[in-house]
């Protein structure tokens, strides 16, 4: 195992991610402190954007909203710079990828409102700290995700269907899969789905929308959680001029502790 | 008992809330359906008011908002009108009272937003259903609420210090409590705190600053939680140009369950 992957402390990682040192995925990584999804809008679509979250707490579990300009996050990460401590951010303009980056200091303009939303980690640890396996990161993959015939409640600007991740899980794994899961509704929460895709409108559970396919087992049942992608697709639909967000895979690491969002 | 106090189907007593036929408090009212606070804001306050309650999810609740101009509340009490379905409403300017109303259709404009926020009601009637009983429920009389030393999160033009209601309880009875409590997130859910008064700033028990004092008998603790004064103390003291709120015990009466915004 590779030095960096054993870093624990957060503040050790932005200062290594804010000098180049650290440009791998932030899987595994602090462990048991949140990750979030990053999304970085300019403030002309900041209520919208807050409201289509507030309608669609499931995909869109809003954890902390920077107000304009401002690139700390003092909630979750106090000393950390929302510009420079995610390894790898994707600048977008009216709803085209325009570039990767390593910071976003020379995109950063005082009227951009940041928004950090709970991911899927938060409760993946949850889940194998209950010795419920989980077969992507058996793999070494990306989770399947997929667009579903689930409309999300619009808001203002933004619409359109809900992603989710699918993970298979043993028929005797079910109960304690939503009990262990519902205690982060901050971090997707509850499965949103158990059981046949062709009810949530997947045809094809071997053709993930992103991410790589994997196996369900004859013992297994697929179980769908909203996905932090949703977000990302709806405000990228709405063609803002500018959009900001992690790369997938490279999330905001926090220096707070998942269990500090759980409800009990 | 009056026959309006039997009223069972919101839609109904919508109807006679509308035509001036419904004039009392809203306590007991259609019983298992959720009931807001509501407080009507100018546009240019809306993102600072969602943030400010997304930062403060225990005192501000955020249960749907309408937006910019419209009044039916299409999540949570389709058919509803915002302006007409309360019994009776506060006006204030620039952070005064200057009307009381029994509908707001004179004020009404294009451009005020409308946040529905989660109702202590709603955790109450949990508590009555788990046997544990509520003094101030059994003397008809408001419950005490107290402006605390707990400072909010503040969020652009919103500041100001927690206010919370308080209610003895049962040593034997306060495990029970938190537990039926925090399945309510969305209207206030858990306890803030449990026992002495002076921990949160609440220097004289007896003198409640809102609702009146009540008994606090030799086997029971005072138990405080959030309240929803909070937002509206914060929102009054930003002296918007206009701000309109339901009067204090006139709720809106939704016509979605309590339990559906249960988080287990």
Redesign the interface.
């Known amino acids: 195992m590779n030095k960096t992957e054993l870093i624990e402390d957060p503040k050790e990682l932005w200062n290594l991610i804010r000098e180049d040192k650290y440009l791998k995925s932030t899987a595994g990584v602090a462990l048991g402190y949140l990750q979030t999804n990053l999304v970085t809008l300019p403030?002309e679509y900041?209520?919208d954007f807050?409201?289509f979250c507030?309608?669609n707490p499931k995909p869109c579990p809003?954890l902390e909203?920077m107000?304009p300009g401002e690139y700390e996050p003092k909630?979750l990460a106090k000393g950390a710079d929302i510009r420079t401590d995610i390894p790898y951010y994707r600048i977008y303009e009216h709803g085209k990828l325009v570039n990767e980056t390593k910071n976003i200091i020379d995109y950063w303009k005082d009227d951009l409102v940041s928004f950090l939303i709970g991911c899927s980690f938060t409760f993946e640890t949850a889940m194998l700290n209950a010795n419920i396996s989980l077969r992507h990161i058996e793999q070494d993959t990306t989770v399947p995700m997929y667009i579903t015939n689930l409309e999300t409640?619009a808001?203002?600007k933004f619409s359109g269907p809900t992603v989710v991740s699918m993970r298979p899980i043993k028929k005797e794994h079910l109960v304690r899969t939503v009990q262990v899961t519902?205690r982060f509704?901050g971090t997707h929460g509850a499965p949103l789905h158990i059981g046949n895709p062709n009810e949530i409108g997947i045809n094809n559970i071997d053709a993930p929308d992103f991410g790589e396919k994997v196996e369900i087992k004859e013992n297994e049942i697929p179980v769908f959680w909203a996905c932090g992608v949703t977000p990302q697709a709806v405000a990228l639909k709405s063609k803002p001029p500018i959009m900001i967000t992690h790369s997938p895979g490279y999330m905001f690491v926090t220096s707070t502790r998942d269990d500090s969002v759980a409800?009990?």
């Open positions: 403030s900041a209520f807050l409201l507030q309608r809003i909203v107000e909630i409640q808001a203002g519902s509704p409800v009990i």
